[in-house]
């Protein structure tokens, strides 16, 4: 291979998040974290979550006011109780859990650019919980794209 030559490359890794609890967690830094380590300096970079009960969001990333409201607006769309439904093995907060990773999303897209995410400027990238008490959720990050090459010797 010559010096300055691009390859096309696939990385993946797999990275664990806490939320903890119910919340909209920012996880950009752990997903941007990923894409640097990848070497890839241009691409995609594809965010996958293993759990049926969270869900990611690309999302505002300056005024907390916009996950507060993001919440109360999944609390109404989507009440809890277990009079409600079927499915409640895991308490009263596991099948409204269930409805909200299925209406939100499961995966994400984000370019790379310079071997960063190619977020706007408001933009983040969240791990919405929908538990009250989440376990640690697993994400495959996957990144395709163009490499500087090596130099040979």
Same mark, same amino acid.
């Given at each position: 291979?010559? =010096?300055?030559?691009?390859?096309?490359? *696939?990385? %993946?890794? !797999? /990275?664990? /998040? &806490?939320?903890?609890?119910?919340?909209?967690?920012?996880?950009?830094? /752990?997903?941007?974290?990923? @894409?640097?380590?990848?070497?890839?300096?241009?691409?995609?970079?594809?965010?996958?979550?293993?759990?049926?009960?969270? &869900? $990611? $969001?690309?999302?505002?990333?300056?005024?907390? =006011?916009?996950?507060?409201?993001?919440?109360?607006?999944? %609390?109404? !769309?989507?009440?809890?109780?277990?009079?409600?439904?079927?499915? +409640? &093995?895991?308490?009263?907060?596991?099948?409204? =859990?269930? $409805?909200?990773?299925? !209406?939100?999303?499961? &995966?994400?897209? /984000?370019?790379?650019?310079?071997?960063?995410?190619?977020?706007?400027?408001?933009?983040?990238?969240?791990? *919405?919980? +929908?538990?009250?008490?989440?376990? @640690?959720?697993? $994400?495959?990050?996957?990144?395709?794209?163009?490499?500087?090459?090596?130099?040979?010797?």
């Amino acid at each position: 291979m010559q =010096a300055g030559q691009q390859v096309e490359q *696939w990385r %993946q890794e !797999i /990275v664990e /998040v &806490s939320a903890g609890r119910r919340e909209i967690r920012d996880i950009t830094c /752990v997903v941007d974290k990923a @894409v640097a380590r990848s070497g890839i300096q241009t691409g995609l970079c594809h965010i996958f979550i293993q759990h049926t009960s969270a &869900s $990611l $969001l690309l999302t505002e990333n300056a005024d907390p =006011a916009v996950h507060q409201d993001l919440e109360n607006f999944m %609390q109404r !769309i989507i009440p809890e109780g277990r009079q409600r439904y079927m499915h +409640h &093995s895991e308490g009263p907060d596991d099948m409204p =859990a269930h $409805l909200r990773s299925v !209406i939100t999303s499961s &995966s994400l897209t /984000v370019p790379v650019i310079e071997q960063r995410l190619g977020l706007g400027t408001w933009q983040g990238v969240y791990l *919405w919980e +929908h538990r009250y008490r989440g376990p @640690v959720r697993r $994400l495959v990050v996957t990144v395709y794209g163009m490499c500087a090459g090596e130099r040979s010797s």
